[in-house]
């Protein structure tokens, strides 16, 4: 839908003009302050709505009047002291019942000059050039790749991605600084081979087991010199007792019977003795060295044991802090990677276009860095894609662009069959639809 007829009467500086365009691009020239502007200006008040001009009506009239025919509609909008009223119509007689309603589902932002993507910064190209792709993001894929919670995509995708981009960036750096700290505390430590730390108390108590077995055997070798002196001490009586017995005749009677006794008891000690030895014999004395030499290096046995725990500790916490890194790291890239993957889908208006950094990029470098002739491609082609169904945009000042440019905004406007409507100052009175005067000078 084009525009095939404008007529305004009275708006602003004009007095009657009307145009009936026959090719795809519509100069307006002339001098400056004659109008030129104002034909644009006109098209935007018949049929963007929004808020009017201050003063509409030209100094001296009482009314004014813009129609627009875009052939399946005509659009008039009447200017008063009153205030504006606008009337939609067709052919047949039909008329609009709430006719800005249905202007605004076909104009769309008819409004757009194809300069003002260039001439916009970063963050408003963000918003113009989404307005006109669809940029799909699955929340749920979102957060799968990322593990961050993805409740819902906001208007604009890309600050979906890059909220959810910057807070694993940021998990990874408190990781990372977890991760440094860990490998400072490990490096601190002795390397140490593992060893079981022993129980001090339980040496001891073993070695006072082992010395309670060598008391008791002491206790029987010192039986044994008791009964050896008893038995020593009894030989010498019985000896002493012979003696007797030779020299006293007499007692011999007697003595013999005290040679008898203490013959048995001779003899029962020598037996007892014999026993008594035959169990010392077996006797084995329990070797205090490795026990002492346990205790003494308890301490430094169980301190190489607790560095080696407290590096096992140490390693494993570095470990648990890299593979934590390493996660996010495979996050990040799993989120530019569904970010690319998304872009790739996408269909921009002109192939080469992308999102990155928080900006528009086109070939892989920021748009900003663009030529004047891609600069101008690139723009226009996202204003034909705001206004796909009344392929219409307006430029005000086309006199700025040189005869390369002015060739590429025609030539697409005549590809893609869009109406570029335009001003440019001139003195050439053969120079497209001259305006001298608020009228069409023939």
């Known amino acids: 839908m084009k525009i095939i007829k404008f007529r305004a009467e009275n708006f602003q500086k004009l007095k009657v003009v009307e145009i009936t365009p026959d090719d795809n691009v519509v100069t307006i020239a002339g001098k400056c302050e004659q109008g030129k502007t104002t034909i644009l200006d006109a098209i935007h008040a018949a049929l963007g709505g929004g808020k009017m001009p201050e003063q509409p009506i030209r100094t001296g009239e009482k009314k004014a009047s813009v129609v627009v025919d875009l052939g399946e509609m005509i659009v008039t909008r009447t200017f008063t002291p009153s205030g504006t009223a606008l009337k939609i ?47 799909q993001v699955d929340p749920a894929k979102l957060q799968k790749i990322s593990g961050v919670v993805v409740d819902k995509v906001d208007e604009n995708p890309l ?59 002491n206790d029987k070798r010192a039986d044994i010199e008791k009964q050896q002196q008893f038995l020593a001490e009894k030989e ?53 060295t490795a ?18 725990i407290d590096r096992q500790a140490k390693q494993a916490e570095l470990d648990k802090y890299q593979a934590e890194s390493d996660d996010y790291t495979k996050k990040l890239k ?26 528009v990029t086109y070939e892989k470098l920021p748009f900003k860095q663009a030529s004047g002739s891609q600069t101008l491609k690139v723009s226009t082609a996202i204003g034909m894609a705001l206004n796909p169904k009344l392929r219409v945009m307006l430029i005000d000042g086309a006199e700025s662009l040189d005869s390369k440019q002015m060739a590429i905004i025609s030539e697409m406007a005549s590809s893609e069959d869009y109406q570029l409507w335009l001003t440019r100052v001139s003195e050439d009175e053969k120079v497209g639809i001259y305006i001298e005067g608020g009228e069409i000078k023939k």
């Open 89 to 135: 119509e067709n052919k047949d007689g039909f008329k609009a019942s709430k006719p800005q309603d249905l202007l605004d589902k076909i104009v769309g932002k008819l409004a757009f000059d194809p300069l003002e993507f260039a001439r916009s910064d970063s963050k408003k190209q963000v918003e113009m050039l989404l307005s006109v792709v669809d940029l």
């Open 159 to 217: 600050t979906t991605l890059n909220n959810v981009y910057a807070e694993v960036m940021e998990n990874r750096k408190l990781t990372n600084r977890q991760l440094d700290s860990a490998k400072k505390v490990l490096a601190s430590l002795p390397e140490v081979s593992e060893i079981k730390a022993v129980s001090v108390s339980e040496l001891v108590a073993e070695k006072d087991k082992l010395q309670k077995v060598i008391r008791s055997n």
């Open 236 to 288: 010498k009586q019985r000896d002493n007792v012979a003696k007797e017995i030779e020299e006293l005749e007499k007692q011999l009677a007697a003595k013999r019977e005290q040679l008898t006794i203490m013959t048995q008891v001779v003899i029962k000690t020598n037996q007892e003795l014999g026993r008594m030895q035959a169990d010392v014999a077996k006797l084995i004395d329990p070797d205090l």
């Open 291 to 308: 026990i002492n030499t346990k205790i003494a290096n308890a301490d430094k046995t169980n301190k190489q044991a607790q560095q080696y």
């Open 334 to 359: 799993s989120i530019t990677d569904y970010k690319a993957e998304i872009v790739s889908k996408t269909k921009f208006p002109v192939p080469g276009l992308d999102f990155a950094n928080g900006g």
